[in-house]
């Protein structure tokens, strides 16, 4: 498609459980960003890749949490013994180069994780 | 520290009224600046953006933004509202990296 993708869509997990979550950018943009989003909220940075490379992980908010991006398109994030306050909508969002060109950033329509 | 306020929680106005969201910014350098909107079960759409030059913004949908760098501002207005334009809207900063910074948002509710 010509949007980012999320999949899944909605994720119920037990506590304690690991999940994962996968991002599919548009084609051809090397920037691709995690925010979550928690009800009532504004949607919070996680991680940035540049290529397959994390250039900016500091929005990580614990061990639990990493992301991977191995060949440059696709992005996986995974949370590990989740907790009942990871519950939010994970977004992800792509962009052509991003960083210095302040090129527009594209959001995908996140996943719902709720863990039970 | 970066920072993004919008001191409105929740806003309601009546249909073809006009309407101001406002946004103001905690940067350290020259920012880029977003306005999103986001409704229930979408992704966040961007509504428009100033990088540079003419201070005064034009985006989709018949919004526009001014950006006054004396008062660390970047309000959103529009003259005629339409029931469609009820959702949240968040303003947001970047610098170099792309990173975004967004405020808690604000929910927009039309009366008919």
């Known amino acids: 498609g010509a949007g980012v993708s999320q999949t899944p869509s909605n994720k119920v997990t037990e506590k304690g459980k690991y999940v994962e979550l996968r991002c599919d950018p548009i084609s051809g943009h090397t920037a691709l960003y995690w925010y979550r989003q928690s009800l009532g909220q504004g949607p919070e940075f996680l991680i940035y890749?540049?290529?397959?490379?994390?250039?900016?992980d500091s929005g990580l908010p614990n061990d639990r949490f990493f992301a991977v991006r191995p060949e440059g398109s696709v992005s996986t994030l995974k949370i590990q013994r989740t907790e009942r306050g990871d519950s939010a909508v994970y977004l992800c969002?792509?962009?052509?180069?991003?960083?210095?060109?302040?090129?527009?950033?594209?959001f995908g329509e996140g996943s719902w994780l709720t863990v039970v | 520290a970066q920072s993004v306020t919008q001191p409105d929680i929740h806003i309601t106005v009546s249909e073809g009224a006009s309407l101001e969201l406002r946004c103001n910014y905690s940067?350290?350098?020259?920012?880029?600046l977003f306005w999103y909107v986001q409704s229930p079960g979408q992704g966040l759409q961007l509504l428009l953006k100033y990088f540079s030059g003419d201070t005064l913004v034009q985006g989709i949908k018949g919004f526009e933004a001014e950006f006054k760098r004396s008062q660390s501002s970047f309000n959103l207005r529009k003259p005629s509202v339409h029931w469609s334009d009820a959702a949240e809207y968040f303003c947001?900063?970047?610098?170099?990296?792309?990173?975004?910074?967004f405020g808690q948002g604000t929910t927009l509710q039309v009366k008919p």
């Open positions: 969002a792509s962009s052509l180069t991003g960083g210095k060109l302040g090129n527009t950033i594209y």
């Open positions: 947001a900063v970047s610098g170099n990296t792309g990173k975004l910074i």
């Open positions: 940067y350290g350098a020259t920012p880029y």
């Open positions: 890749f540049q290529g397959t490379g994390a250039a900016d």
